[in-house]
């Protein structure tokens, strides 16, 4: 509704709109914010200061990815988001969106700074992270629930992301 009247005045019509949600989009809510977003970041999945770059870019309206382009990366965003626990390949997801892999690639990094592939990955540990904080479940059944074949891999993956290791993560959680 916010974005509906900011495009219905000409006094805020241009304003660039950033949206930080922790909440998983629907592809009609995905679709509603492609009229008039700049930038959609999920909560948690950037460090401090690529938020800031995202931040600034939009501000400065450096951005020059099409509409169309925005709009297959959210809907790549919706289909990663429904189906993180799954085995996804960069094929898998420019198949469901309908383009090209290197295109997909392409889109990302333009829309969000990094490719679909860590994107996914950086989905994963956030929800990971929600598991370990909110369960007693291991940390090899939570890298299974949240999409990874291979805990050790999920473990370099989570450290490289948050900087410590899944138990210590659990350790040192509220």
Known sequence: EVLEAMRDLESTRKIPVIVVTGKVLSEAEMERLNQGVTALLAKGLFSIEETIGHISTALEQKRRISSEAKR????????????YSE???????????GITEDH??????????????????????????????????????IAFNVGFS?????????????????????????
């Not at 996804?88 to 420019?94: G, Q």
């Not at 990302?108 to 007693?136: C, D, M, V, W």
Request: hydrophobic share 35%; proline share 5%; aromatic share 10%.
């Open 72 to 83: 297959l990366v959210r809907m790549a965003m919706v289909y990663l988001h429904k189906n």
């Open 87 to 97: 085995p996804i390949s960069r094929r898998d997801i420019a198949k469901h969106v």
């Open 104 to 141: 997909l690639t392409f889109c990302f990094r333009q829309e969000l700074g990094i490719t679909p592939i860590l994107y996914l990955q950086r989905y994963r540990i956030n929800q990971a992270k929600h598991l370990l904080k909110n369960s007693n479940q291991t940390i090899t059944k």
């Open 150 to 174: 291979d805990s050790g891999y999920f473990s370099r993956i989570f450290r490289r992301e948050t900087g410590m290791s899944p138990e210590k993560f659990r350790q040192t959680s509220p």
